[in-house]
């Protein structure tokens, strides 16, 4: 029955973690001094933002992945703390998010499109894709392991 109740919450998830995920690049579009023309979520394929003014391209591209990892686990933190029933549901989705944001960023070196693509173009080096890739991807999967276990049923 949990299987199934994870099957059906990963379409929301996923538009819940492309909607966090591009309120990144929206944040750190806003602290450089760019400005957000455009952010596309849709049904069905992958979130877009798109900037009329970007004058630092690089910061911006790193808000997506950055803020789309930092806010759901700063989430799971404010769950344990404040509703502890809650605290597997938001384990699952932060690690989602961890997952997804480091699949995305640290496969970007091999990627033709997409922020891993702009992180590059822009000088970022790919060690820092690749990085950050490892690690979101990993604390994302002890998240996962973690709400398996009975440490968050108490």
């Known amino acids: 029955m949990r299987r199934l109740a994870l099957i059906l919450l990963l379409y929301p998830m996923w538009v819940a ?4 995920h591009e309120a ?25 933002t798109d900037l009329s003014r970007n004058p ?4 911006v591209a790193w808000g997506g992945p950055l803020w789309g990892v930092l806010i759901p686990v700063a989430l799971l933190l404010l769950t ?15 690690g989602f998010c961890l997952v997804a944001n480091g699949a995305y960023i640290g496969l970007g070196p091999f990627m033709t499109a997409g922020d891993g693509h702009d992180l590059l173009r822009h000088g970022a080096p ?29």
């Open 56 to 59: 630092h391209p690089q910061f």
């Open 126 to 154: 790919s060690w820092t894709l690749i990085l950050f890739g490892v690690t979101a991807f990993s604390a994302g999967l002890y998240l996962w392991h973690r709400a398996g276990s009975s440490s968050l049923r108490k």
């Open 80 to 94: 344990r703390l404040a509703l502890p029933r809650a605290a597997r549901a938001a384990a699952v989705f932060a």
């Open 17 to 20: 973690m492309m909607a966090v």
């Open 24 to 48: 990144g690049h929206c944040l750190n579009a806003c602290f450089s001094g760019g400005r957000v023309e455009s952010v596309t979520l849709p049904l069905l394929g992958f979130s877009r």
